[in-house]
């Protein structure tokens, strides 16, 4: 890692994206789907994470068949406004669909439980060829915003020079569903009890960043998906702070 002691006197600007963890109950306890990025990946290279990415402009499109919490609850939820919360649940939704296969839409009564249909237009939505309205809008569906809740903030220490502003949901897997690894962006995913994947990094066979690690730290304090889903949460920014120490950089969260 690039590492400066001082932050810049102009720091990136962070850009809006959205993290989704996708829970499921497996046999031995709550587990969540995790993506090894490939190295080639200008951001976060070769680590452990969750689905997500960064927001586009036309996820704020309000034309798109919402059911679920409004826009204007998500803002509450994660202290901004409604344009940019209406985004995130959308980058949420789209990302979720585009990296996993697992889509959070339906219509107002019933989820989707099988996405085979949509790969067409899953690869269009990853070429930016098709935007999430216009998927969404073609095959009458409504997006779910009722499937997820919200999780934490972070936002990218302010020594780094590429910077993202996230916001954490959690949504457990419609039944139905299966969530596969078919992205470019990873050379593998699965399922993981949370406390597996936090020793496996401890070992040294993966690496995670911080805000992965905090969250996996978090869900392994829940014995199923709908206890962490259930669980009562006060989303507040958090912005690490990278402080060198000799040879070593210390990560600190507050």
Same mark, same amino acid.
């Given at each position: ?176 569903? #299966?969530?596969?690894?078919?992205? &470019?962006? /990873? %050379?593998?995913?699965?399922?993981? @009890?949370?406390? +597996? !994947? ?19 730290? #978090?869900?392994?304090?829940?014995? &199923?998906? /709908? %206890?962490?889903?259930?669980?009562? @949460?006060?989303? +507040? !920014? ?17």
């Amino acid at each position: 890692m690039n590492f400066s002691d001082a932050v810049p006197a102009e720091p990136a600007v962070p850009r809006d994206a959205a993290t989704v963890l996708l829970l499921r109950d497996g046999d031995n306890g709550l587990e969540v789907f995790l993506q090894r990025r490939v190295n080639a990946m200008a951001f976060a290279a070769g680590m452990t994470v969750f689905p997500g990415g960064g927001v586009d402009q036309r996820d704020a499109d309000a034309t798109i068949a919402w059911a679920g919490p409004p826009a204007t609850d998500w803002a509450s939820w994660f202290n901004g406004t409604e344009q940019v919360a209406r985004a995130l649940v959308c980058a949420a939704v789209r990302e979720t669909f585009e990296e996993s296969g697992v889509l959070l839409a339906g219509t107002a009564d019933e989820v989707v439980t099988d996405t085979a249909k949509y790969a067409g237009a899953r690869e269009a939505l990853v070429s930016r060829e098709l935007s999430l309205a216009d998927f969404l809008a073609r095959e009458g569906l409504t997006l779910r915003s009722d499937l997820l809740r919200p999780w934490a903030h972070w936002i990218t220490p302010a020594q780094e020079k590429r910077r993202y502003d996230t916001r954490f949901f959690a949504a457990i897997l419609p039944h139905g569903q #299966e969530a596969d690894g078919k992205t &470019t962006e /990873a %050379e593998s995913s699965g399922w993981w @009890r949370p406390a +597996e !994947a936090l020793a496996d990094a401890e070992a040294g066979r993966s690496m995670l960043m911080p805000p992965t690690w905090h969250t996996l730290s #978090e869900l392994a304090e829940f014995g &199923t998906a /709908a %206890e962490a889903l259930a669980a009562e @949460r006060t989303v +507040e !920014a958090i912005i690490p702070k990278l402080i060198r120490e000799g040879d070593a950089i210390r990560v600190v969260a507050e």
